[in-house]
């Protein structure tokens, strides 16, 4: 078990990436602190995890859930892992966009990636024993989707976020990677990209693997990025892409 005794936080887990970072984590022996506004959708699995899970309810974007949180993480020697997971989309022309949109999704995607980060790390620093932070990123951190600005513009950022954040922390030992995912069957990615089945054929067509991946692929990303497997990784981005960033065109689908 990689991550014996360890303490993770894990934003944005009660479904999609974020909950099967949890059962990853779980499996490998960690505890971990499960950050959501909504647990309803994890209801269904939550009892197999419970004797090594924390709940706390309330958005990423609350000061009070931060605080909640790395109290529940001081009861198991404070936190050695953060998965800054939560994410929201709105889909809107760049001409339609309204502000208030725009800052609802930089203020979850971005500003609390941020907040937490800073948080946790300072929790790091007074334990004296280092960690490791893994921020969630996306492909369309390179790519670009027309209708989805800024949720396009917060993961670019995440991905500058980490590489100052590795720089700035590698002298306490902590490590700080991204991981950016392509088109993974969550709950996120149906709302966003995948609303028909012209919407998913044309998905697969740009995907060499010709497949969406699975969040627990993901999942699998997180646990080596936060295991001393992964000890010389810091301010990297991984792209578990199913090819996507490799290809310049089309492919054909039978």
């Known amino acids: 078990m990689k991550l014996k005794d360890q303490c993770a936080i894990v934003t944005g887990a009660g479904q999609g990436i974020g909950a099967a ?43 009070q859930a931060i605080d909640h949180a790395l109290e529940a993480a001081a009861l198991k020697g404070g936190p050695s892992i953060l998965v800054n997971n939560a994410g929201i989309t709105h889909a809107a022309s760049f001409l339609d966009l309204d ?21 946790v790390a300072r929790s790091m620093v007074k334990q004296s024993r280092g960690g490791s932070i893994i921020n969630m990123s996306s492909v369309n951190a390179v790519l670009a989707i027309a209708e989805q600005v800024p949720y396009v513009i917060s993961k670019g950022a995440v991905n500058q976020l980490t590489k100052v954040m590795a720089l700035g922390l590698a002298p306490h030992n902590i490590r700080v990677n991204a991981i950016g995912p392509g088109t993974i069957a969550t709950e996120l990615a149906k709302q966003a990209v ?39 990784f810091t301010g990297q981005t991984l792209y578990p892409d199913g090819g996507r960033l490799a290809l310049n065109y089309s492919v054909a689908l039978e």
């Not at 994890?42 to 706390?56: E, K, N, P």
């Not at 500003?111 to 800073?118: D, E, M, P």
Request: proline share 3%; net charge neutral; hydrophobic share 45%.
């Open 21 to 63: 970072c949890v059962r990853r984590f779980v499996s490998e022996g960690a505890f971990v602190v499960m950050v959501d506004q909504d647990f309803g959708p994890a209801h269904r699995w939550l009892d197999s995890v419970q004797a090594q899970t924390r709940l706390i309810t309330g958005s990423v974007t609350s000061q």
């Open 194 to 232: 995948l609303g028909s089945e012209a919407a998913r054929q044309k998905i697969l067509s740009r995907t060499p693997l010709r497949r969406m991946g699975e969040p627990e692929e993901i999942a699998s990303v997180a646990a080596f990025l936060a295991s001393e497997d992964a000890s010389y």
């Open 99 to 119: 502000i208030a949109d725009f800052d609802r999704v930089m203020e979850v995607n971005l500003r609390s990636y941020f907040r937490w980060g800073q948080a």
